[in-house]
């Protein structure tokens, strides 16, 4: 039977609300933090060159996948997973819900009108989020082996600022992965008493070591998101000799 609930508050008109904070900045910032980084990284996968300088590789491009049979860019090979990763993800639903869809906006004030209709097409799609999850921890690793191979230059090994850079990049992507709600619960999950289950001490501890992360995952998700796109922007501008790369050491 199909059911079709309308899921408007009964006494508030959409946008209608007794708050007198600024309650719309969060969502408005939220939008353009998002929209920015669609678009710059939608730009950027299109250019399909200066993505590499030395032993920098943008993480836009990483792993490096370029093949003959393929005619477009090879970061469309790549983007995909990250992006379906950060687009199911429980903090992301919550911040475009909020900030593109309005439903609602922000608590206590009105939602667009809407009806549920069930579970269908988008809600269908968020619930492959654990299995990309699973892609994401690849990437992790991925990226980490980049970090280290970045201070390795021609001339021996050194540091770089896109060595500090790039390093960066993939600590703040684990702690973002690392707090994933799937990700506690794959830990952690399933289990009523960890004491009776099998490795229950080493599963508990492993749960309470992830959740450190899931505490302030919204900060990782922003972080990490800034993070990947100054990353990729910044060797992009080293190569095409825009800026220097300072060799710290
Ligand atoms: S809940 Fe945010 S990455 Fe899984």
Partial sequence: MQRNISIQHPNRSFLETTRIDNWWVGPLLTSIGLLAFIFYSTWAAFQNEHYQWGPYLSPFYAPLLEFEWWPLSPAFLILWAPAGFRFTCYYYRKAYYRSFFLTPSACAV????????????????????????????????????????SFSFENGLGVGVGSIIMTLNAVFLTA???????????????????????????????????SLFNVHHNFWAWISLFWVGFTDLYIRLVSMNIITDYRIL
């Avoid at 992790?140 to 191979?149: E, N, Q």
């Avoid at 399933?190 to 508990?204: E, T």
């Fill in 176 to 210: 973002f992965t690392l707090g994933c709600n799937s990700l506690r619960h794959l830990v952690g999950g399933n289990v009523d008493c960890y004491s009776c289950a099998s490795f229950g001490h080493q599963r508990y501890q492993a749960w309470k070591f992830v």
């Fill in 110 to 149: 009105g939602a667009r009108p809407q009806k549920y209709r069930g579970e269908r097409f988008l809600l269908v799609f968020q619930n492959l989020h654990r299995y990309f999850l699973y892609i994401a921890l690849i990437f992790c690793v991925i990226l980490s082996y980049d970090a280290i191979v």
